[in-house]
């Protein structure tokens, strides 16, 4: 019986131990009078803000890429799977984002023909997305032709820089 209540007696000890440490840390910290239960939402608030400035810069940093076409074309090029990977894995992951693909082109050419390029390039960006698993429900395809010249110079180091499909994100 001796050994039942030294033995209890060891383990209330140690209970007591363990709450008091518990506390001491709290009031390390200088959280004074807090329960336990408050410090995590504080920790919960700023990985939240972080957690979206990450998104924030992700999204900005898929902007940033465009695709590049050659003249009267609107081929995919093999050189930019990789940025079409990389927009289709977003999306994938972020099911509340749509993503407005603008066709773009240089100036020469009608409007009328600039504007069905633009739609041309844009369809076949969407068309590589889908292979991918994007669903078509995340993406909106829109022509600007000439309208959106990214370059205005008249010469082919524009120009190169104007037949492109760029990727605009509405996360929501």
């Known amino acids: 019986m001796k050994k039942i209540a030294v033995i209890l007696a060891s383990l209330l000890v140690a209970a007591c131990a363990s709450t008091h440490k518990a506390d001491t840390t ?29 998104l924030k810069a992700e999204i900005e940093a898929l902007q940033q890429q465009s695709i590049y076409f050659d003249f009267d074309k609107y081929a995919v090029k093999p050189e930019f799977r990789a940025s079409i990977q990389k927009q289709a894995e977003f999306l994938k992951s972020h099911g509340n984002d749509v993503v407005t693909l603008q066709g773009n082109c240089d100036e020469r050419g009608s409007a009328e023909y600039n504007l069905a390029l633009g739609s041309e390039r844009a369809q076949a960006v969407e068309k590589d997305l889908e292979v991918l698993g994007v669903p078509a429900s995340q993406m909106k395809v829109v022509s600007f032709g000439e309208e959106k010249p990214r370059l205005t110079c008249h010469a082919e180091k524009c120009w190169k820089e104007n037949r492109r499909v760029d990727f605009i994100h509405d996360l929501k």
């Open 26 to 54: 709290a009031a390390q910290a200088g959280e004074k009078n807090v329960p336990a239960a408050a410090a995590p939402a504080t920790t919960s608030a700023t990985e939240t803000e972080v957690s979206a400035s990450k």
